[in-house]
Every structure is written in structure tokens, then in C-alpha cells.
């Protein structure tokens, strides 16, 4: 299995500009995940999905942030506008029913 | 409500040397729980993972945990570090099942391997 991917590995953008990062979870997983991880705050969840249905967003910083999941093997976050204090590392994990998280390698996201 | 607690920020180790970090949670019921390891630049892999039966967890790259329910610790050992060791350290517990099915980390404990 390929794991979990993730594109792009790498994003460099300007403040004000449209930052859309995608994911392919494991074949077969029914639950996503998507993650932030910056050094002040650490890895924090910002919303999942179960079956391609968002779940809990509650980790969503703003309205500028949003997620799809349009069907079992793809899911995006976009950032629209994008600002610098956005800038982290952005995972993505999917899982089945027993609750073990396989991680991307994480798209690294600088907003200048 | 969940939680888990890394006491330790920061561990710094010789090449050779045993290694042992401490992870305290806070849970309802019978937890799974799990370590993480981040590689620099990498992504989170999984080291090892209880869910029930022996409390004593074999892992890969050498890694075990012994799982405490008296002490509510998950503490992760590795008898003898290596330098590709060096990495920072991540214990979750879950799943939250009164917010759905989400795992909560801990801060996590970064390893630096001297010589």
C-alpha cells in the first residue's frame, strides 16, 4: 500500500492567494483527518471526516479555512484568502474502525 | 475529558544509552493508546499501539511501552538508543467517543542523541 499522500510536498505563496492542499487516504479507510502543526501550537486536529461526511470541525481556525471530501479517495483544505500566520505544516491521516492513524508526509505551507 | 501529558519537553541521551519517556493520560474508560514518532521533516509513523491483552507493547525499531492502568501511564522504553533515533515523540490516547472517534496527542518529547 502506498500509504497516505499528500500534495504538495512543498507550497510558497503570498498573502491574499488561494492555497488548496489534497489528500488520498489509505484504500479502504472510512475516517480522514487533517492536521496542523506549528511550533507554538503544536499538532492540533482541525476537522475530520467519516465516510466522506465532516464529523467535527471544531478545530477549524476561521472561515477562511475549509474542507471537502467529495468521495473516498480524495479530500482537499483550502485556505482562501491565505495569511502568514498560516504558514505551518499541514498532515493529513486516515484510519479505519480501529482507531490507528497513518499520517502523510505533510505539506509544508509558507505564507509570505 | 481526554488528555495526555508528556512531562518531558526535551531528552537528550547518549548513543548506547537506554531511553525511557513518560506519558501520563487522563481517560474514561479502557484507553487505546499509541506512540508516534516524527522524524525531522517527516510525517508522524507509528511505533507501537495497545489496545488490550499484554500490557507489555512491542513495537518496531526496537521500541516497547508497558501500558499502567494503576498509574494511567504509557511509558515508552528502548533498552540501547541509536543516532537515527533522534526525533521527537508522540503518545495519543483515544478514541474520544463523546467527539466522535479522534485520538488526543500529547505535546510530545524531543530526543537528541549524543555520540
Known amino acids: 500500500d502506498a500509504g497516505v499522500i499528500q500534495s504538495p510536498r512543498h507550497e510558497v505563496t503570498e498573502m491574499g492567494q488561494e492555497v488548496t492542499l489534497r489528500c488520498k487516504p489509505i484504500?479502504?479507510?472510512?475516517?480522514l483527518f487533517w492536521y496542523r502543526q506549528t511550533m507554538m501550537r503544536g499538532l492540533e486536529l482541525l476537522i475530520y471526516f467519516n465516510n466522506n461526511v465532516p464529523i467535527d470541525d471544531s478545530g477549524m481556525p476561521e472561515d477562511r479555512f475549509s474542507a471537502k471530501m467529495p468521495n473516498a479517495s480524495f479530500s482537499t483544505l483550502k485556505i482562501q484568502p491565505s495569511e502568514p500566520r498560516d504558514s505551518a505544516v499541514y498532515f493529513c491521516?486516515?484510519?479505519?474502525?480501529?482507531?490507528?492513524?497513518?499520517f502523510g508526509p505533510g505539506t509544508r505551507l509558507l505564507v509570505l | 475529558a481526554q488528555s495526555v501529558t508528556q512531562p518531558d519537553i526535551h531528552i537528550t541521551v547518549s548513543e548506547g544509552a537506554s531511553l525511557e519517556l513518560r506519558c501520563n493520560y487522563s481517560?474514561?474508560?479502557?484507553?487505546?493508546l499509541f506512540w508516534y514518532v516524527q522524524s525531522p521533516g517527516q510525517g508522524l509513523q507509528l511505533l507501537l499501539k495497545y489496545f488490550s491483552g499484554d500490557t507489555l507493547v512491542q513495537g518496531i525499531k526496537g521500541f516497547e511501552a508497558e501500558f499502567k492502568r494503576s498509574q494511567s501511564s504509557f511509558n515508552l522504553r528502548k533498552p540501547s538508543v541509536h543516532w537515527s533515533d533522534a526525533a521527537e515523540y508522540f503518545c495519543?490516547?483515544?478514541?474520544?467517543?463523546?467527539?466522535?472517534?479522534?485520538?488526543?496527542f500529547g505535546g510530545g518529547t524531543r530526543v537528541l542523541v549524543k555520540p
Open positions: 481517560y474514561g474508560a479502557t484507553p487505546y
Open positions: 484504500s479502504g479507510h472510512d475516517y
Open positions: 495519543a490516547v483515544g478514541p474520544d467517543r463523546a467527539a466522535g472517534n479522534k485520538l488526543t
Open positions: 491521516a486516515s484510519s479505519g474502525r480501529q482507531e490507528t492513524q497513518y
